[in-house]
Antibody
């Protein structure tokens, strides 16, 4: 079964760090671009960051660039999001999502169940 | 940055009704436009990709159309299980940027 499973969420104080993980199974992980998408409580979806299948290209939304780092370990079938200098506005459910293929990198056909990140003092 | 304007923000309709949601891009995005369904407490689900392509396993009452800057998503006959929030989403083919519309909350009248 094709599956994505996020972990690493929790409560952090402003300025602290967290690292999210997304474990993939059931497909050839290295062949797919991957993304993180977040959803603040009661709000819409916001793309946060994406990484190419090779890991050679990484992209970020403006509000997290310089604070968040996306990475992947294809040997472990896992993607990561290192979040530093967390702010209250980073509070959200964070989903990992799979890009369909190398041509449709932004067609998110598989999603994880999400992990909640709360930034509060 | 490309902006995606989705309307309406909320919609109430009866079972069996034809429902249409629109999404307008701030500039020409060709057909790089997807539609997702999100039910409360659940992850989004891909319904339509590249403007008009129905995802495998998605009922045929769902459809999408459009190109350039104007897109639409239609449910031909609303079913009770279609109650959800629907999002349009633009993507850059290199993943340099992804933008979601604001969402349309769909309720049963």
């Amino acid at each position: 079964e094709v599956q994505l499973l996020e972990s690493g969420g929790g409560l952090a104080q402003p300025g602290e760090s967290l690292r999210l993980s997304c474990a993939a199974s059931g497909f050839i992980f290295s062949s797919h671009a991957m993304s993180w998408v977040r959803q603040a409580p009661g709000k819409g979806l916001q793309w946060v960051s994406g990484i190419s299948g090779s890991g050679g290209s990484r992209y970020y939304t403006d509000s997290v660039r310089g604070r968040f780092t996306i990475s992947r370990d294809d040997s472990e079938n896992t993607m990561y999001l290192q979040m530093k200098d967390l702010r209250a506005e980073d509070t959200a459910v964070y989903y990992c999502a799979r890009g369909r293929d190398n041509w449709k990198v932004g067609v998110f056909d598989i999603w994880g169940q999400g992990t909640m990140v709360t930034v509060s003092s | 940055d490309i902006q995606m304007t989705q309307s309406p923000s909320s919609l109430s309709a009866s079972v069996g009704d034809r429902v249409t949601i629109t999404c307008q891009a701030s500039q020409d995005i060709n057909d790089y436009l997807n539609w997702y369904q999100q039910k409360p407490g659940k992850a989004p689900k891909l319904l339509i990709h590249d403007a008009s392509n129905l995802e495998t396993g998605v009922p045929s009452r769902f459809s999408g159309s459009g190109s350039g800057t104007h897109f639409s998503f239609t449910i031909s006959s609303l079913q009770p299980e279609d109650i959800a929030t629907y999002y349009c989403q633009h993507y850059d083919y290199l993943l340099r940027g992804v933008t979601f519309g604001g969402g349309t909350r769909l309720d049963i009248k």
